[in-house]
């Protein structure tokens, strides 16, 4: 499971390719705020691997808590006629999920562009054949490293790297383009180069260099995961050296990491902008991270409603959309309708209210206080991970870490 | 430690008069009619074609070159044939270099 980087310019100037990215008009607060263009389906919490920077809740949904298979059709249904134009199925790890291939062919043939985000450990060729015939347009598979003793480690899983090896070069063979997600911190970051060489030597089309997020199994893994800011540096050059010696062989996307920003990431888009998620027990969220906003109240799919209907009203989708909400010194700042304000679940879990700035702005009055934590953390140097689980968690064992 | 050079199964190249490209699977153009315009939909992302790029793309069908491209809207707007050439290659070549637009391996030397 990874983030969905928001696409996050304005509309026009289209560059030489006549080609912008799209993004909702303005209107009014009064009036709508737009159709959705992409939806994250979180279509369950089970999965082999045991990652520490999980984006998933604390709490996962048991098997049992999930959506049938018919639930998930219809809302393929109703998400095209809403004008969705993108589907990323997910997890936990999607292709857990029996019925995957079915649910790829309805979302195909009712026009959504489907993208798998996988870790891949539980592919097989046949699998892989049957999503690309079934309509699969894209697939993007996690990596933990480029070493597979480091890669298992933090997987917490053995052979996980050699699968997803495998893996990947059978996307490739049965046609699929491919991204790989490289999930960056600061156990892995030497890695780096070797893992874009991995990229090349896979041949994926893009590779996504993605910083840890912290908030759930991530926050709670902070001190053994964040990077120290020589790694920052070099992580930056390295990227921008390959991204030159790399053109039209492997696009690469890269994205500052948070607590080392200067200018807070226009989170998800805005809230309730373009994107929402659906959990594997139906809930509806503006984001994979909201739930961790406690006092929000998030309308489920089980309810009465039609998913038109959370997009327009549901309170917690309307409770940070536009700039209405806002608290000095986003209400009077002249990037307020540029970032919005960063990110909600950022703010609340480093200040403990959701409608401050997001502390990766140097304008947030806890900024200063949230790099010295960074440095800080990165420094003591635990590296011992609390594996993500259905029980809370379990913390690794003494001599595994560091060695 | 492996060289980062491109495999041999790549299939990016640079876009001439012959070309004959195609949209990868990873890129489809669509009409979208909840907002009334032309989309193409590529991982992670939504671009928005001008008219003239969402003409162009709709004769990336790996059957036209890229010559024949420029024959056909040089014959629609008042521009020269050479200017339109160099227009569409430039427009082209991004969407090659960024791995939406692929030339068809039976096409390939």
């Keep these: ?403 | 430690m492996t060289a980062l050079v491109a495999p041999a199964a790549r299939r990016r190249f640079v876009v001439g008069e012959a070309s004959v490209p195609a949209l990868a699977r990873g890129a489809q153009l669509r009409f979208d009619p909840s907002r009334g315009r032309w989309v193409l939909l590529v991982p992670e992302r939504v671009l928005v074609p001008d008219d003239i790029a969402v003409e162009v793309l709709r004769l990336c069908d790996g059957a036209r070159s890229v010559g024949d491209m420029a024959d056909a809207l040089a014959g629609r707007y008042a521009a020269p044939r050479a200017e339109i050439l160099a227009d569409i290659a430039e427009m082209l070549q991004e969407l090659v270099n960024s791995g939406f637009l692929i030339e068809p391996t039976e096409k390939q030397p």
Excluded at chain 1, 13 to 26: C, I, N, Q, S
Excluded at chain 1, 99 to 112: I, Q, R, W
Aim: hydrophobic content about 45%; some cysteine; glycine content about 8%.
């Design chain 1, 1 to 403: 499971m990874s983030p969905v980087p928001d696409s996050a310019t304005v509309v026009a100037p289209a560059g030489t390719d006549g080609l912008a990215l799209l993004e909702p008009e303005k209107r009014s607060l009064a009036a709508t705020y737009g159709i959705p263009l992409s939806v994250l389906l979180e279509i369950t919490h089970r999965c082999p691997l045991q990652c520490p920077y999980c984006s998933n809740p604390i709490e996962l949904l048991k098997a049992n808590r999930e959506l049938d298979t018919g639930t998930w059709l219809d809302l393929f249904d109703q998400a095209a006629d809403l004008g969705v134009l993108q589907v990323h199925f997910s997890g936990g790890e999607p292709t857990a999920r029996k019925d995957l291939v079915e649910l790829v062919k309805h979302a195909s043939a009712v026009g959504l562009y489907s993208n798998l985000i996988t870790s891949a450990v539980l592919l097989t060729r046949d699998k892989l054949a049957a999503l690309a015939d079934a309509g699969l347009a894209h697939i993007q598979i996690s990596f933990q490293g480029s070493d597979p003793a480091i890669a298992d480690r933090v997987a917490g899983l053995r052979n996980a790297h050699s699968k997803k090896l495998e893996a990947a070069k059978w996307a490739r063979e049965v046609g699929l383009p491919l991204t790989i997600n490289a999930v960056m911190h600061r156990q892995t970051l030497h890695l780096l180069p070797a893992i874009l060489a991995m990229a090349v030597e896979l041949d994926a089309d893009r590779i996504e260099i993605a910083n840890v997020q912290y908030y759930g199994w991530a926050l709670k893994n902070r001190a053994a995961l964040m990077p120290t800011l020589a790694q920052i540096e070099a992580m930056t050059e390295i990227v921008e050296a390959a991204r030159e010696r790399l053109a039209g062989i492997l696009a690469i996307d890269f994205v500052v990491p948070d607590y080392h920003a200067i200018r807070p990431k226009k989170c998800m888009g805005g809230w309730g902008r373009q994107f929402f998620n659906i959990t594997p027990s139906g809930k509806v969220l503006p984001c994979h991270a909201a739930e961790s906003i406690t006092g929000l109240d998030f309308d489920s799919v089980r309810s009465n409603h039609s998913i038109a209907w959370i997009w327009q009203n549901s309170e917690a989708m309307n409770r940070y959309r536009g700039t209405g909400w806002m608290k000095e010194p986003c209400r009077s700042c002249a990037f307020r309708e540029v970032d919005f304000g960063g990110c909600r679940c950022q703010a609340f879990a480093l200040t403990g209210d959701a409608a401050n700035t997001d502390p990766a702005c140097s304008f947030s009055p806890h900024h200063a206080e949230m790099l010295g934590l960074a440095v800080e953390e990165a420094e003591a140097g635990g590296d011992r991970f609390l594996y993500r689980n259905f029980s809370g968690g379990t913390r690794e064992a003494d001599d595994a870490a560091g060695a």
